[in-house]
């Protein structure tokens, strides 16, 4: 079956950095994504992966390795409306976007 | 119009009722998705169109159907509503072709069935 594993939840103090992972098996791969969405919001679009390495886009980073089935998003310089759910969502082989459920990040001052 | 949107905002419905969840969208996207959202669950695809005139069915499309008669119109239909049924709904759409083609969102449904 197709599984994409993030986790549930963490925590984070403004100003920081953190990490969230996404590792992943599809029935093939087209490209991965991640998403932001605030509490009662629609996702929105954050980064696309499609080759191995780091896209940096300001105070956002999206890494890829393809071989390890793993991504992860780096925010820096955290600021508490950066406070939401991260989602990571893989592009499979039919072109539909399967999706983890989510990580509720939580900053603190 | 800018982007994509979604009527109602939210609804209560009764149990057996029919309702049908309306999504327009004015980038001239050929694709358009509908997927549901539940606590706990990853977003899934309920049914979705490549480009007007043709539809498919997603991970969950039991007791949904979808037509697609222009392109900037997708609506999502329940014949018979079953509290099962009670969830977030989201419409999105995207281009299709070299890129990424990232799917935008609209602002999603809440429906309840009681």
């Known amino acids: 079956g197709q599984n994409i594993d993030q986790p549930t939840e963490m925590t984070a103090t403004e100003g920081a950095i953190v990490q969230i992972n996404c590792t992943y098996q599809?029935?093939?791969?087209?490209?991965l994504f991640w998403y932001q969405q605030h509490a009662g919001e629609a996702p929105t679009f954050l980064s696309y992966?499609?080759l191995d390495g780091l896209e940096e886009k300001g105070r956002f980073s999206s890494f890829l390795s393809r071989s390890k089935g793993y991504s992860y998003l780096l925010l820096k310089e955290l600021q508490m409306k950066d406070s939401a759910s991260y989602l990571c969502?893989?592009?499979?082989?039919?072109?539909?976007?399967?999706w983890g459920a989510g990580t509720k990040l939580i900053i603190k001052p | 119009i800018a982007g994509i949107t979604q009527a109602p905002t939210s609804q209560i419905l009764a149990a057996g009722r029919r309702m049908t969840l309306r999504c327009t969208q004015d980038?001239?996207?050929?694709?358009m998705y509908w997927y549901r959202q539940d606590l706990g669950l990853g977003l899934r695809l309920i049914h979705y169109?490549?480009?007007?005139?043709?539809?498919g069915k997603g991970e969950v499309p039991d007791g949904y159907s979808v037509s697609r008669a222009n392109t900037d119109d997708f609506p999502l239909t329940l014949a018979s509503a079953v509290p099962s049924q009670t969830s977030v709904y989201f419409c999105a759409s995207s281009a299709i072709g070299e890129g990424s083609n990232e799917q935008f969102f609209g602002p999603g449904t809440r429906l309840t069935v009681l």
């Open positions: 969502a893989v592009r499979d082989s039919n072109y539909q976007l399967i």
């Open positions: 169109s490549n480009t007007a005139g043709t539809t």
């Open positions: 599809t029935s093939g791969f087209n490209g």
């Open positions: 992966n499609v």
């Open positions: 980038m001239r996207h050929n694709a």
